[in-house]
């Protein structure tokens, strides 16, 4: 060490537990108990930014034995958190995408709805009578789309969405049975999703999901006063007491699958505690996700910059009962707080935020292919269709250039490896502009993947096998693998 070694700040974090400090090795979103010494000689780097020869006598001389030092020093290097001279190795920089292995196919079955929500985000969303439903024919191609691109895969995803999918059973039964049928053919396993506002659920329809073992979400938002809110018949009427009937109906019935509930939230409600409180244990969902309003036309719904810290507030309460329950080897059902647990575990390394457009692709009534379900009837391109299949330089352009942070805040942001620039609608609401990073709550998404830290160290500590038990390959409705908690489905 002559010319002395640099530190690459962006390449570690430390975070303080208890008494514990943990490095977040962030190229590789792996944590580590930090000891005396390497702590010591991290504070060393972090002070001087680059240390010398000298500089490491002139502090742990008499202290600590050379030998320690110089593999802690090795350490450092071989996870690049410090460097000699020349360039740092790059985590992720520009990728080549050549392959678009989908396994996830998202049908907007009608884009009609039998509700009339107030805050509802769907660009192509109409009342049930002028709803444009997808006939069997785009249904089989997308299919036959699916397993074309999905070659690679042993499982692959049929997803119904809509507007509200079960106004669509027709098309909904005999989708499955195709996907059944060629998917038996070639071998694979598929899976079925929905997200339903559950009120056209009937005692056939949940034994056609259980018969067919459906991942199924529900969309509801809490107890009565909060869901009736904004969750309200085309006449104007809150849908609470029907929705939680047919709930405890489906919790009673169904059997295949844990199921699980998806609540936005809009202005003026932030209380994740209790509206989890309410539907986890008064109703029984397994699990519930939140998924928190920031941008969007209607502004009257956002939530306001102030609001937005109380539900990231609330959710870290929410996140304290998550660990207590952890630790007593049970998941509460938070599934933001779920989904860090197993990012963390699992070290996800993510050059893009999500699935969409690589490994999911979403088809609207006319058999157009859409970046997710979010974008179905949107004013932003379609990547090609079922007839004529991805348009693959133009989706491979938009995705290349996503995953390229030259440039960007996000090159050397400490979550850039979970967050990966943020949910591409979340852009779109925001700034108009997919390309854009969703820079906008940057400072709270670092401050939750800290708080992530913590209650997974604890648990880790104190619990260890509560991984082994609980985190496993989702089983719920998988449409993607986002770590953005602000990722909304509808
Ligand atoms: S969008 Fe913000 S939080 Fe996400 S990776 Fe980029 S800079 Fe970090
Ligand atoms: S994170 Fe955003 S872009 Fe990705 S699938 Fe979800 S809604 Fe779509």
């Known amino acids: 060490m002559t010319t002395g ?12 537990v208890g008494d514990k400090r943990i490095l977040f090795h962030i190229p590789t979103t792996s944590l580590f108990d930090l000891d005396g010494v390497s702590g010591q000689v991290l504070d060393l780097f972090k002070e001087k930014g680059t240390v010398s ?16 030092i110089k593999e802690v020093i090795e350490d450092f290097l071989e996870m690049d958190i410090i460097k000699g001279d020349g360039p740092a190795r790059a985590d992720y920089n520009k990728i080549k995408i050549e392959n678009y292995p ?7 079955v009608n884009t009609g709805c039998n509700l009339g929500c107030t805050y509802c985000y769907k660009e192509d969303l109409t009342t049930p009578a002028k709803g444009e439903l997808m006939g069997f024919d785009v249904a089989k191609k997308s299919i036959d789309l699916l397993l074309k691109e999905g070659k690679s895969r042993d499982r692959v995803n049929v997803v119904f969405f809509g507007g509200e999918p079960l106004s669509n059973m027709p098309l909904i039964k005999s989708a499955v049975a195709y996907a059944e049928k060629r998917c038996a053919e070639e071998g694979k396993k598929v899976d079925f999703s929905v997200t339903t506002n559950a009120t056209l659920l009937t005692e056939d329809i949940i034994d056609f999901m259980n018969d067919h073992r459906f991942g199924i979400a529900i969309s509801m938002d809490g107890p009565k006063a909060v869901h009736d809110k904004n969750r309200k018949t085309i006449g104007g009427k809150g849908t609470y007491d029907v929705v939680s009937k047919k709930a405890r109906m489906l919790l009673e019935r169904y059997t295949a699958r844990p199921v699980g509930a998806r609540v936005t939230l809009t202005a003026g409600v932030t209380n994740v505690v209790d509206i989890h409180q309410h539907l986890k244990y008064d109703l029984g969902f397994a699990e519930v996700g939140f998924a928190p309003v920031t941008s969007g036309d209607m502004t009257m719904f956002n939530l306001s910059n102030d609001e937005l810290h109380e539900v990231f507030e609330n959710m870290k309460k929410l996140g304290e009962h998550y660990l207590s329950e952890a630790l007593e080897g049970r998941n509460n ?10 990012d963390l575990y699992e070290g996800t390394k993510k050059a893009l935020p999500c699935g969409a457009g690589i490994g999911l692709l979403a088809v609207d009534h006319e058999g157009e292919l859409n970046l997710c379900h979010r974008f179905t009837g949107s004013d932003i391109e379609t990547y090609g269709n079922v007839d004529t299949g991805i348009k693959k330089k133009e989706l491979g352009a938009f995705l290349e250039g996503r995953a390229d942070r030259d440039g960007t805040w996000c090159d050397t942001c400490r979550i850039r490896n979970l967050c990966s620039g943020g949910c591409y609608h979340e852009s779109y609401a925001t700034y108009d502009d997919i390309t854009k990073p969703t820079y906008h709550y940057c400072d709270l998404m670092r401050d939750w993947i800290d708080f992530g830290i913590g209650v997974y160290t604890k648990i880790l500590h104190k619990n260890p096998s509560y991984f082994e038990q609980h985190v496993s390959p989702r089983t719920l409705l998988n449409t993607n693998r986002t770590f953005n908690p602000l990722d909304m489905g509808k």
């Open 333 to 342: 059902g938070f599934s933001n707080m779920h989904q860090m647990m197993t």
């Open 53 to 68: 020869q000298a500089d490491v006598e002139a502090r742990f001389r008499d202290k600590i034995s050379p030998d320690l």
């Open 5 to 16: 070694l640099q530190y690459i700040a962006h390449n570690a974090h430390d975070v303080t």
């Open 102 to 108: 989908l396994s996830t196919i998202i049908l907007n």
